[in-house]
């Protein structure tokens, strides 16, 4: 079955980084978008990054352009999510999962999530 496990996440300052990685198994890696989302406690899940399935298209929430990078090696089947300039509202779970890029909607299944949490 589809298993996703995100990883990465941790406390930091603002102005720090902290990288994301998300390791996928039970499909075909490679034929899928992928994406990060994320909750913040009393607020929806919002998308912050897609990535195509060969890497070669992206998207962006405007709030983390410029500050975020996502990416992937589907050798590894697994996708990343660099983040740096961390500001105190990027505190959040953030999720990773499989993609519809073009309508972009998540396909599920939603994993565990990993914290991040920005504080001085």
């Known amino acids: 079955q589809v298993q996703i496990v995100e990883s990465g996440g941790g406390l930091v300052q603002p102005g720090g980084s902290l990288r994301l990685s998300c390791a996928a198994s039970?499909?075909?890696?490679?034929?899928?978008?992928m994406s990060w989302y994320r909750q913040a406690p009393g607020k929806e899940r919002e998308l912050v990054a897609g990535?195509?399935?060969?890497?070669?298209?992206?998207k962006y929430a405007d709030s983390v352009k410029g500050r975020f990078t996502i990416s992937r090696d589907n050798a590894k089947n697994t996708v990343y999510l660099q983040m740096n300039s961390l500001r105190l509202e990027d505190t959040s779970v953030y999720y990773c999962?499989?993609?519809?890029?073009?309508?972009?909607?998540?396909?599920?299944?939603w994993g565990q999530g990993t914290q991040v949490t920005v504080s001085s």
């Open positions: 039970g499909f075909t890696f490679s034929g899928y978008a």
């Open positions: 990535v195509s399935a060969l890497g070669n298209n992206k």
């Open positions: 999962m499989r993609f519809n890029f073009g309508l972009q909607l998540p396909l599920g299944p």
